[in-house]
């Protein structure tokens, strides 16, 4: 492409001589200096045509192959063919009789069968086309998320390679119309149950708002422990630690509704979130635990409110990320128990560790988040003072920015929020760059 460029640049200079000629035309100075200023200025351009004439024939004899051909550029698609497809009924598929003998789940089936990508793709679109059948196949490729990378590559090499795949993703009737069916279907009869959004939370660590409020002014995540429930209101708790003065690092000593706990500001919440240390003093508990709360900057209109929400790196986002780890137990994430939308505020457990060396590099950082990265989620913001080390495991105590892609979860319009990393070029973007 640069010589090709280089070579236009010559093509589109004129040098013929009547153009030369008549621009030598407008020249009206005929004294002996302007005459030789003239023609040293004619001499210079005959030079650069000559230089220009040779550039171009040493660029069109590169550019010419072996039958004499130019070569303007040439671009080599996938060797991978795009297989025609059509929407069958389930019934009528080839696959179908072979599928109902098999009595085993769709992936189970599809690993072990051995035919033509072509049969195979019909076989899929006939499934995700299918408003039935497709709920049934969409719960089973999602109810583990470790397993998305292995479904993706058994559906990837069984349809016929990448670009097969990501049609039928795409496609209309595909896999990406099942799942928004899907999760219409799901988030409506999931939040008519106490543990509803507990289940959806399951499934996706990325639901709107006002799914989650569902017409109320309050929701929460999780459970609180014992010893918090004893204090009465978390909402007016969390709202009066934030009442409170602080120096950074000193531990200050508060009683609250009977109870008396020690209490430290951990940090001065740059990104929005302040966290606290808190030990409940004369108490059987004697757990450490961790308050985020993010500050509202006078945000007290529910409109204003929510906005605040959706920021990257809010207390909602990482609550949802957080408690979606916590309830697939990985190993990376310390334990959220519980997050209260009315006060912005958030609980953890307090991990004790050291902060490692050598993390400043996102790809390096993820390395060390297998378990995290199974679930879909990829660490952005790689600084050593958001990880812990414990017994040779890394957990990060600030979720950050960080994204959730998983192709077989893309997310339902109006009902998901798309969480790419929001600070910057991080992994996914970068990944995605070098892949393509």
């Not at 609980?347 to 993820?366: M, R, S, W």
């Not at 950050?400 to 009902?415: E, H, M, N, V, W």
Request: hydrophobic share 35%.
């Amino acid at each position: 492409m640069k010589i090709e460029a280089v070579k236009q640049s010559f093509n589109n200079l004129n040098f013929k001589g009547g153009n030369v000629q008549k621009e030598k035309s407008f020249e009206t100075n005929t004294k002996p200096s302007g005459m030789l200023q003239t023609a040293l200025l004619a001499s210079g351009i005959a030079g650069l045509a000559i230089v220009a004439i040779c550039q171009r024939n040493k660029i069109n004899k590169i550019l010419k192959n072996s039958n004499g051909q130019k070569t303007v550029y040439s671009y080599t698609a996938s060797s991978e063919p795009l297989i025609p497809y059509k929407i069958v009924d389930f019934s009528k598929t080839k696959l179908v009789n072979a599928f109902n003998e098999a009595k085993t789940g769709f992936i189970s089936f599809l690993s072990s069968l051995n035919s033509e990508p072509e049969k195979v793709k019909e076989f899929l679109f006939a499934v995700t086309a299918d408003k039935k059948i497709s709920q049934d196949f969409v719960k089973e490729v999602i109810s583990d998320p470790r397993k998305s990378t292995f479904n993706l590559k058994i559906l990837e090499e069984k349809i016929g390679g990448k670009r097969n795949l990501l049609e039928w993703l795409q496609a209309p009737k595909g896999y990406n119309d099942a799942y928004n069916r899907y999760i219409m279907d799901t988030s409506n009869k999931l939040l008519e149950i106490p543990s509803g959004i507990d289940e959806l939370i399951k499934i996706s660590p990325n639901w709107h708002l006002h799914i989650l409020l569902d017409g109320s002014t309050n929701f929460s995540l999780g459970k609180l422990p014992k010893v918090f429930q004893e204090l009465g209101d978390f909402t007016h708790f969390a709202k009066w630690v934030d009442m409170q003065e602080f120096t950074l690092h000193e531990p200050k000593t508060l009683e609250y509704s009977g109870k008396f706990f020690e209490i430290v500001a951990l940090n001065n919440g740059k990104s929005g979130k302040v966290p606290y240390k808190i030990k409940f003093l004369n108490s059987n508990d004697e757990k450490e635990y961790v308050l985020k709360i993010q500050k509202t900057w006078g945000c007290n209109n529910p409109f204003a409110k929510e906005c605040l929400s959706y920021r990257s790196d809010s207390t909602f986002t990482n609550a949802q990320i957080d408690y979606y780890l916590t309830m697939h137990n990985c190993e990376n994430s310390p334990k959220m128990y519980y997050f209260d939308y009315a006060s912005n505020a958030s609980l953890y457990e307090f991990v004790k560790g050291k902060h490692p060396k050598g993390l400043n590099n996102i790809l390096k950082a993820n390395q060390h988040l297998r378990d995290l990265n199974s679930l879909g989620i990829y660490y952005n913001d790689a600084c050593a003072c958001n990880f812990i080390e414990v017994d040779g495991v890394l957990k990060i105590i600030d979720i950050g920015d960080s994204s959730f892609i998983d192709p077989l979860r893309p997310g339902a319009k109006g009902y998901n929020l798309q969480l790419p990393n929001w600070c910057g070029a991080g992994l996914p973007n970068l990944s995605m760059k070098l892949v393509d």
